[in-house]
């Protein structure tokens, strides 16, 4: 069975502080993909990256960075240097090429001035 | 690019009433997707359709729930009779269909039964 745990519920920082997200995964297929979603308050999901199981080089875009991890299968998301617009839900989802994905159950992220 | 498009936004009904959602999907996505969130949790999977036809419906309460979707383009969801479990928000998501990439979100439609 595949599954996507997420267990931190809430996370509350204030601005400039870094925070990381943790994502711990369960599948038993050998080519997948993982995925990170924000999900402010109007309630739109927003994509923000996509890995495949065969690359697991750490990614940097601006204050974000992922960290993927095979050998514990995990997918962490860090935000560095907090801003009160990232106060969000956060998801980490998984799925296979041409499926629905598997989400977490969300880390909501409040970022105080 | 316009994205999906869903509607209504909200929508609040009594239980055993009836109630139907709207996708329009990016142009030209092959693959759409219906989504459950229920308050507090992630979305779940309702159903996914490639083009025309049904790829997976199993988590679909096909008692009380259908789904279409016309001319590989436009989808409907319906609830028949809603129950108060039903309260969430719907999400529709549509990607491409030659490579795999994100699934690209819509607004949502959020349901109040009461």
């Known amino acids: 069975a595949q599954k996507v745990t997420q267990a931190q519920t809430e996370i509350s920082v204030v601005e400039k502080e870094d925070v990381t997200l943790d994502c711990v995964y369960e599948t038993r297929d050998t080519t997948y993909y993982l995925f990170w979603y924000k999900q402010p308050p109007s309630g739109e999901l927003v994509f923000l990256i996509r890995?495949?199981?065969?690359?697991?080089q750490n990614e940097i875009s601006g204050r974000y960075s992922w960290n993927f991890q095979k050998s514990t299968s995990s997918f962490n998301f860090t935000i560095t240097a907090s801003q009160v617009v990232d106060s969000a839900v956060y998801f980490c989802?998984?799925?296979?090429?041409?499926?629905?994905?598997?989400f977490g159950k969300g880390t909501t992220l409040s970022v105080s001035s | 690019e316009a994205g999906v498009a869903q509607s209504p936004r909200y929508k609040i009904i009594e239980k055993r009433q009836s109630v139907a959602f709207w996708c329009n999907p990016i142009s030209g996505h092959a693959t759409l997707y219906w989504y459950q969130q229920i308050l507090g949790q992630g979305p779940k999977l309702l159903i996914q359709?490639?083009?025309?036809?049904?790829?997976?419906d199993s988590q679909l309460p096909k008692d009380r729930f259908s789904a279409e979707r016309l001319k590989g383009v436009d989808s409907t969801l319906k609830i028949q009779p809603a129950k108060l479990e039903d309260s969430a928000v719907y999400l529709c998501?549509?990607?491409?269909?030659?490579?795999?990439?994100?699934?690209?979100f819509g607004p949502g439609t959020r349901l109040t039964v009461l």
């Open positions: 989802a998984l799925g296979q090429a041409g499926t629905a994905l598997i």
């Open positions: 359709f490639q083009n025309n036809g049904v790829v997976d």
């Open positions: 890995r495949n199981s065969f690359d697991e």
């Open positions: 998501a549509s990607s491409p269909l030659a490579a795999y990439n994100e699934q690209f």
